[in-house]
């Protein structure tokens, strides 16, 4: 399978606990995208990256959330101190370097803050 | 700021007619216009785009769609639903003055009846 990849699918956790998820892209993807999703909404922006620099962040992006991409490669999204409404769908994606690219989304975390 | 409108919920039609699943885009510049669909339990999946040149686009699974500039709207389209296409479809839409973030509609679930 060469899709996008994403680990865990599933995580509970307690408020005030941190967590962290991981995105493995399509190989051959420089561009990679968080988004998060909650319950009849569609998914929205976080964070962008293009190789291992991140190029933009939403607001909604709180001093709690940080991303990384060390290498370019995978991506790692990690909430401190999460809070009963992180609780949500966190999706990436993945695109090649064009402008016109198609994003391709993984599976998704499902995060549960008790 | 951009944004997307999909101002129906829920459409339902019976298998074999036409359906349409609205949307309404606001950009800055011109904008990139993608419709994604979401079934249960799995990502969303890329259905077509329209970035530029004919405004009838055609996609995966029989789908197309139509840009109206005049109208700023990206309305989906096929011409005899199946119940297999039931799911969630996104509009989304980016501009073309150099960001990367991409806006979501808040969805529309299809319902097609047998």
């Known amino acids: 399978d060469t899709g996008v990849s994403q680990d865990p699918r599933h995580k509970i956790t307690k408020r005030g606990q941190n967590v962290t998820f991981r995105c493995d892209p399509i190989s051959e993807h420089n561009r990679l995208y968080w988004y998060r999703q909650t319950l009849g909404q569609g998914p929205e922006f976080l964070t962008y990256f293009q190789n291992e620099a991140q190029l933009e962040k939403s607001r909604l992006l709180s001093d709690r959330f940080s991303a990384e991409r060390p290498k370019g490669s995978f991506s790692t999204l990690e909430i401190q101190r999460t809070e009963q409404g992180d609780s949500a769908m966190y999706l990436c994606a993945s695109s090649r370097q064009s402008n016109q690219e198609t994003q391709y989304f993984g599976p998704g975390t499902r995060l549960l803050v008790l | 700021a951009q944004s997307v409108a999909q101002p129906e919920d829920q459409v339902n039609v019976a298998e074999g007619n036409p359906l349409t699943v609205k949307c309404t885009y606001s950009?800055?510049?011109?904008?990139?216009l993608f419709w994604y669909v979401q079934y249960p339990n799995r990502g969303l999946q890329f259905l077509l785009k329209y970035i530029t040149g004919d405004n009838l686009v055609k996609g995966s699974y029989g789908f197309e769609a139509e840009f109206n500039k005049s109208q700023t709207s990206f309305h989906l389209k096929k011409p005899s639903a199946l119940v297999s296409d039931s799911a969630l479809y996104f509009c989304?839409?980016?501009?073309?003055?150099?960001?990367?973030?991409?806006?979501f509609g808040a969805g529309t679930r299809l319902f097609v009846k047998a």
């Open positions: 989304a839409v980016r501009d073309d003055t150099g960001g990367f973030k991409t806006i």
């Open positions: 950009v800055s510049g011109n904008p990139y």
